[in-house]
């Protein structure tokens, strides 16, 4: 059975940590590993991870995956206000394009 | 063994009703969760609790509010069940940096 797991389920840091994010995978015929942003409104794209050990970065977010060890980390440093919400990662299978959710980690970052 | 206890696996309700689904934990976990889960939409987080008397919303509050008065036992309500409340419900709890893990699930039928 395909499945993403994340973790911590949960974060609560200050702001100006750094934190890491957690994804791993058993998924069949995998494509992709993308990871979201969802705060009130629609999940938005962060990234999409197709080769391992490539980092991806978007100011302060940077992520890599191991594909491998079948996993994924998001870092964000220098954390704001901004950054609370819930992240998603998500596995695309090539077969038939169907995206594997993982549950989300909810970030919260207090002033 | 880590419990998380759902306290009924189906449940049959009728629109209007005031819902009760209550979840407890035996591994002093500080969070909390409930979420939904329907076909084609994974997961999805309705509320969210990190201590006692604590809560957060998800994507996905309205119609439902929470209680936590003690740390093992965090409870979902439904002021005014509907059909469109129909689903599957998971609770789940973890530590702060740990997995999560998650009751067995309540399946709730609104009729």
């Known amino acids: 059975e395909d499945k993403v797991v994340q973790s911590p389920l949960s974060l609560v840091v200050h702001e100006g940590d750094t934190v890491t994010l957690n994804c791993s995978y058993e998924?069949?015929?995998?494509?992709?590993l993308l990871w979201y942003k969802q705060e009130k409104k629609a999940p938005t794209f962060l990234f999409m991870l197709t080769s391992s050990g490539i980092e991806k970065k978007s100011g302060r977010l940077s992520s890599i995956l191991d594909k491998k060890e079948l996993f994924s980390i998001l870092n964000i440093t220098a954390t704001q206000t901004g950054d609370s919400a819930v992240y998603l990662c998500a596995v695309e299978k090539r077969s038939n394009y169907q995206l594997i959710w993982g549950a989300g980690t909810k970030l919260i970052i207090k002033p | 063994d880590v419990k998380v206890t759902q306290s009924s696996r189906y449940l049959v309700k009728r629109t209007g009703e005031k819902v009760f689904l209550e979840c407890v934990q035996d591994?002093?976990?500080?969070?909390m969760f409930w979420y939904r889960q329907d076909p084609g939409l994974g997961l999805r987080l309705i509320y969210f609790?990190?201590?006692?008397?604590?809560?957060e919303k998800g994507d996905i509050p309205e119609g439902y509010s929470v209680s936590r008065e003690k740390k093992e036992r965090f409870s979902l309500i439904l002021e005014s069940a509907s059909t469109n409340q129909t689903s599957m419900y998971l609770c789940a709890s973890s530590f702060q940096y740990t997995e999560a893990f998650f009751g067995q699930g309540t399946r709730l039928t609104v009729v």
């Open positions: 591994m002093d976990h500080e969070n």
């Open positions: 998924v069949t015929n995998f494509r992709s």
């Open positions: 609790s990190y201590d006692v008397k604590m809560k």
